[in-house]
């Protein structure tokens, strides 16, 4: 399932809001942001934000700060929250941004009164239905989830895995059995799920396999040809795509 719910994304003029990006992916403060987000990534994570619009923006997952830089870009009058284990990996730090050392359920976010005005970005590669759930538990609505990973990849359940209702396995290790429950409660209790396209898709995905519609389901791409500059360096990192998505409460 690609899209469920409301589809409240309609894409529009996506192709000058890409070149819109090119200015702001020039000055990123982080050049080599390996293991964090590449071009493709900060591009949907960049337009989603802008989108939106929350008046808070809670960032789970920092690595060196290239997220935390791009979402100040995206919204700048928002009031950043940014979450990491260890907040050492930094590269840029904010002086307008409160950061935490604790996980997002281990804080207390009753300062912030509407929650309804809030965006989760997780980038942090926890199982993503626990974080759904403590989500609805705690008054949030929205969230953006980077990791979401197809049916036999990954290192987390992400709500992907869920909707197919295939489970999680890690290295020959059922974390979490194959079941059809999860996928019911999500449906109960989600408004919106929105997967975003490629910008580009290739031969194979991240992990070496062919880029196919049974394996990988994947919506239909923007582009089918290269370019402009930013096309080139989208397309120079296409197969690092990830099935971002945008996922509402009811």
């Known amino acids: 399932m690609l899209v469920y719910g409301d589809n409240v994304w309609t894409l529009e003029n996506i192709e000058r809001e890409i070149e819109e990006f090119k200015e702001i992916y020039d000055n990123r403060p982080i050049i080599d942001n390996r293991g964090g987000m590449s071009s493709t990534r900060l591009f949907w994570s960049w337009y989603a934000m802008k989108t939106l619009n929350p ?3 809670i960032e789970s ?3 060196k700060g290239q997220g935390t830089w ?3 870009k995206a919204c700048p009058d928002a009031q950043i929250f940014s979450i990491d284990i260890n907040l050492d990996n930094r590269k840029y730090i904010s002086e307008r941004v409160k950061y935490f ?6 804080i207390d976010w009753s300062f912030i009164k509407d929650k309804e005005k809030a965006v989760i970005f997780f980038d942090d590669h926890q199982n993503a239905y626990n974080r759904l759930m403590q989500m609805k538990f705690m008054g949030f609505k929205q969230a953006l989830f980077e990791d979401n990973y197809p049916e036999t990849e990954g290192d987390c359940y992400s709500l992907k895995k869920v909707l197919l209702g295939v489970g ?3 290295t020959d290790k059922i974390i979490i059995p194959p079941n059809h429950a999860h996928s019911v ?3 109960e209790n989600v408004e919106t799920y ?3 396209p490629p910008i580009y898709k290739t031969d194979y995905v991240r992990w070496g396999r062919a880029w196919d519609d049974v394996h990988y389901p994947t919506r239909k791409p923007i582009f089918d040809k290269v370019d402009t500059e930013m096309q080139k360096i989208l397309y120079a990192e296409a197969n690092d795509y990830t ?3 945008f996922c509402k409460l009811r």
């Open 55 to 57: 008046q808070y923006i």
């Open 61 to 63: 997952g920092v690595w």
């Open 70 to 72: 791009l979402f100040e």
């Open 101 to 106: 050392s604790e996980d997002f359920f281990c």
């Open 168 to 170: 999680f396995e890690e």
């Open 185 to 187: 409660y999500f449906k």
């Open 194 to 196: 929105f997967e975003f």
């Open 243 to 245: 099935w971002i998505c």
